[in-house]
């Protein structure tokens, strides 16, 4: 993230990036297949996944899509000025707005296998829930990085969740309830 920040995602190579790290350019390949995946490393979809297990199924599909994002997002804030070189990289390079495009529609795909819907019916319901819940989601992360990260990220996917189902949902600021 270093060399992308310092000479741009488009001028630095993935030689670069192997000799900054100290290893060859083809063990880089083996652990990344493509430059765009050093910046856009999954990290989200598996806790995404198990947050969602862990909910009860019970609950209205976007509060439950919507306390994994919110909940995954705490999680990864740990490392927050990474997330946000990341994001602001993703956001200023069309090459990786297309990966991240590609690693939405995983995602999409990643939370309806967790919701297991049951027919076809219940799928589509789900990948609309989920669909909106990461455009919303998308919202608050392309508003946190122009913010320079200076909000907090998981109340502001909370906000964006808000903003986008309004009072369908009874607390939904904290989403948990």
């Known amino acids: 993230m270093r060399l992308f920040a310092e000479r741009g995602y488009d001028a630095t190579t993935v030689t670069d990036v192997a000799e900054a ?7 880089v390949y ?7 995946d050093l910046v856009l490393v999954d990290q989200h979809r ?8 862990a909910s009860s199924a019970g609950q209205p599909l976007v509060r439950r899509i919507g306390n994994a994002l919110i909940d995954s997002a705490t999680t990864l804030a740990g490392d927050e000025r990474f997330l946000l070189a990341r ?3 993703m956001i200023t390079t069309p090459a990786l707005r297309a990966k991240h495009l590609d690693s939405h529609y995983a995602l999409q795909q990643t939370i309806v296998d967790a919701l297991g819907p049951a027919d076809p019916d219940a ?10 819940c990461l455009a919303a989601m ?8 122009e913010d320079d990260g200076r909000t907090e990220l998981p109340a502001l996917i909370a ?8 009072t369908a949902l ?3 600021p904290g989403l948990h309830a």
Do not use: C, N, Y
């Not at 598996?46 to 297990?53: G, N, P, T, Y």
């Not at 799928?123 to 909106?132: D, K, L, M, R, V």
């Not at 906000?159 to 309004?166: E, I, N, Q, S, V």
């Open 21 to 27: 790290a100290g290893v060859s350019p083809m063990t």
């Open 30 to 36: 083996r652990h990344f297949p493509t430059k765009e």
């Open 46 to 53: 598996q806790l995404v996944a198990e947050r969602i297990a």
């Open 87 to 89: 994001l602001q990289l």
């Open 123 to 132: 799928a589509f319901h789900a990948q609309a829930a989920a669909s909106a």
């Open 138 to 145: 998308h919202t608050a992360l392309v508003r946190w990085a």
């Open 159 to 166: 906000k964006a969740l808000t903003a986008a189902f309004g």
């Open 170 to 172: 009874d607390g939904f």
